[in-house]
């Protein structure tokens, strides 16, 4: 798709507690996106960038400064600031190094149970884990108790800290 980029209008409804609603995720899947006229209080620029936009261009900006974003997306690359890009990829050596000690999830669990604990490890709530699937809430809940039951945990502190023991 080179070539291609699509513009995404900020709204209220297009995010979700500084995340982003699933259209908009299913949207960023399919062509390179960005989001423009973003309020700056409602979205957090590394939560975008896991999200695979582009880049953010805010409802403030000046007009030179939206002419240089889109110039820099056109051309492939990311639209975001230094700061951002710096924050993100420590953020990334930090997960490359949670990996190294691995969070086991053994066979026990089935595919989607083990996308959901991971969800839940990474603190999003049933409504949030429902959006980026893209299932009902009812079936999270379904799942969260599954998994709650397999791996005897009560709740999610518990199981986060299940997740977290040794692989024996």
Request: aromatic share 8%.
């Amino acid at each position: 798709m080179k070539g291609i980029l699509a513009g995404y209008k900020f709204s209220n409804e297009t995010s979700v507690k500084k995340g982003f609603s699933a259209k908009l995720l299913s949207i960023s899947r399919q062509v390179p996106l960005f989001v423009f006229q973003a309020e700056r209080q409602l979205i957090e620029p590394s939560r975008a960038i896991f999200a695979g936009l582009r880049g953010v261009i805010y409802h403030d900006e000046q007009p030179d400064t939206v002419k240089r974003a889109l110039q820099t997306m056109m051309a492939g690359q990311l639209y975001y600031g230094r700061k951002v890009m710096s924050d993100t990829l420590d953020a990334l050596f930090q997960l490359r190094e949670q990996s190294n000690r691995r969070i086991k999830i053994p066979s026990l669990l089935t595919d989607q149970e083990q996308r959901i604990s991971m969800l839940i490890a990474e603190g999003a709530r049933n409504k949030e884990i429902a959006e980026q699937l893209q299932i009902s809430a009812n079936t999270v809940k379904v799942h969260v108790s599954a998994i709650f039951k397999k791996t005897h945990s009560r709740n999610r502190t518990e199981l986060v800290r299940w997740l977290q023991e040794p692989q024996n």
